[in-house]
């Protein structure tokens, strides 16, 4: 879905993972292309602005738009799924000394298999 409109970036700030958050401003009513922007909150895509000059079909990139924000990383998925079981097991005790504990588990595990 492609949706274009005059806008001003507002506000850019920094995250906690490098990314940039970016709020625009619409300069004009949307009228019915106000429910399309809603549509596509917190998908993937791609943004291209320019300060007035002339945007191409070329400037546009073809490719899937993928920033890897939504995506987690295996560390991140591993943690979750330890988290689950902690949750799904009693809770016992504190579950960052029970996430350590497995850890060393399945590094040393990993350990005794090498050669």
């Known amino acids: 879905m ?3 409109f005059p806008a001003t970036i507002e506000k850019a ?3 906690s993972d490098r990314t940039l958050k970016l709020t625009l ?3 004009k009513e949307l009228g019915n292309d106000t429910a399309t922007v809603f549509s596509l909150v917190h998908s993937e895509g791609w943004f291209v602005y320019s300060s007035n000059d002339d945007i191409t079909e070329a400037d546009v990139p ?3 738009a993928e920033s890897g924000t939504h995506a987690k990383s295996s560390s991140q998925r591993l943690r979750a799924v330890i988290f689950v079981y902690w949750q799904q097991n009693g809770k016992s ?3 960052e000394d029970y996430y350590r504990t497995q850890m060393e588990k399945l590094i040393e595990g990993v ?3 090498l050669t």
């Open 13 to 15: 700030e920094t995250r």
């Open 25 to 27: 401003g619409t300069a």
């Open 93 to 95: 005790g504190n579950f």
């Open 2 to 4: 492609k949706i274009q």
């Open 111 to 113: 350990k005794e298999k």
């Open 62 to 64: 073809t490719e899937k």
